[in-house]
Structures are given as C-alpha cells and as structure tokens.
C-alpha cells in the first residue's frame, strides 16, 4: 500500500512510500489499443486528405481556372455538348453539368487527394457530406458534384464558311486535355490575345491574385503566338513580365 503525507499548513500532499518501477519487460499493450491508436492516425490523415481536396475543388472550379483549364473544358464538352449558338454555354445549359469524383482525377493533385482518403469516396459525395460546403460546387442527391450558379465559360467560334469537321477537330486540339487533342490541322497557327490593362490596375487583393493567374496562364499555354494589350513592363505590368 501506498501511503500519503498531508500538511495542512502548505497545502501539499506527498508520498512517504518510494513509487514501484515496473518492470521494463511490460507487458504488450491490448490488441484493442495498437488498433484504437491507428482508427485515430487514419481519422486524422482522412481529415487533413478531405480538407485538401476541398481546397482543390474550390480553386480548379473558380470561373477564371475553370475558364483556362483544357481537362475542365473537355469534361464539360463531353457532359453538356458544345454550345448550340455562337458565344459562351448558356446557364440552362451549364445546370446540367455534372461530374464524379472518379472524373475529376484527371487533375493531378486531385487524384492525389483522391487517393490519400481513408474512407469511401461516395460517402463524402452525399447532400450532407464532407464536400456540401464548397464555393462552386454541391453534391446532388445522386452523389454527383454539380454547379451552385453558372459561370461564364466561353467558347471557341469558327470563322464565316469554315469547314465543320475542321472547327470540330481545332476545337479539340484547343480545349482538350493534352492526352486527348491529338495532332493540330496541317498549318494550324495559335493565337492567344488578352487585355490586360483593366486587370493590371486594380492593385486590390483579388486583383494581385488575379495576377497571379494571369501569369501562370501565360506560362502554361501551348500557343504559337501571345497578343497582351496594354502591358506596361516597366510599371503595372512588371509582375506578369518578370
């Protein structure tokens, strides 16, 4: 038995018995304890997973990465078709949008976060699941990742008197994943052209991270020539010159 010392005066208690050493040769601790402790590892390396991918959705789904993603507008074009009229895809046309996660793993670091989640991926796809709370995206009742509003994506529109089967085939080599556009048309030239201007003076938050996006676009296109109107290397536009 162990025995304890009380001093009412200091308010202390200490012990008068020297405390047992156990043994070093304890023994092993219960099966259910090595298996609780990984339950939690796994809960925890699910978590930090689940939380990546919603970042991931919430940024390769914002309009402008949407916009300028070849997988994102292949996928699109696969799922609702091309636009019936010249001009970006209608909202009517962009509520039947839907996809999979299994869809979506395409994009890299996506398929990575896929692949790190410790449970079933249909179980964060449901109404009330893990993914509910995202920005562009909402799980539907058929676990499918639909759009919360329709976003402006345009489109490619061919040229007065141009071949269809040529449009089709350019269109494709333009927007689809780099896997799956095959060759360009004998004597394709690319031409990429944007106003910079408005975008370059707003110095705001969203405007620097709208530079950012700007340049990464920039670095990523595969097009033979870049048109940028109103760049200022010297002033505004040092960040994206640089």
């Known amino acids: 038995p162990r025995t304890l010392a009380v001093d009412a005066r200091r308010y202390t208690i200490r012990r008068t018995t020297p405390c047992k050493v156990e043994s070093a040769n304890r023994a092993s601790p219960p099966s259910g304890a090595a298996g609780g402790s990984r339950e939690v590892e796994t809960s925890v390396g699910g978590a930090r997973a689940c939380g990546q ?3 991931l959705l919430d940024y390769y789904f914002e309009p402008f990465t949407f916009q300028h993603n070849r997988y994102l507008l292949d996928l699109l074009d696969k799922h609702v078709g091309s636009p019936k009229e010249h001009g970006p895809w209608v909202a009517a046309e962009l509520r039947r949008f839907s996809c999979t996660i299994d869809d979506l793993a395409g994009l890299r670091r996506i398929g990575q976060a896929v692949a790190k989640l410790k449970y079933h991926k249909k179980e964060i ?3 009330d699941g893990e993914l509910c709370h995202l920005k562009h995206l909402y799980p539907s009742a058929d676990e499918r990742l639909r759009l919360r509003k329709p976003i402006e994506v345009r489109n490619f ?3 007065a008197g141009a071949n269809p089967d040529d449009v089709s085939t350019a269109r494709r080599f333009l927007a689809a994943s780099r896997e799956q556009r095959g060759r360009a048309l004998p004597g394709t030239v690319s031409v990429v052209s944007y106003a910079l201007t408005g975008p370059l003076n707003d110095h705001s938050p969203q405007g620097q991270q709208r530079h950012a996006c700007l340049k990464r676009q920039l670095l990523l296109h595969r097009t033979d020539i870049v048109s940028l109107q109103g ?3 010297e002033h505004d536009g ?4 640089a």
């Open 53 to 55: 991918l919603r970042q």
């Open 231 to 233: 760049l200022d290397p």
């Open 125 to 127: 796809c449901k109404p």
């Open 238 to 241: 040092a960040s994206i010159a």
């Open 157 to 159: 529109v061919p040229a």
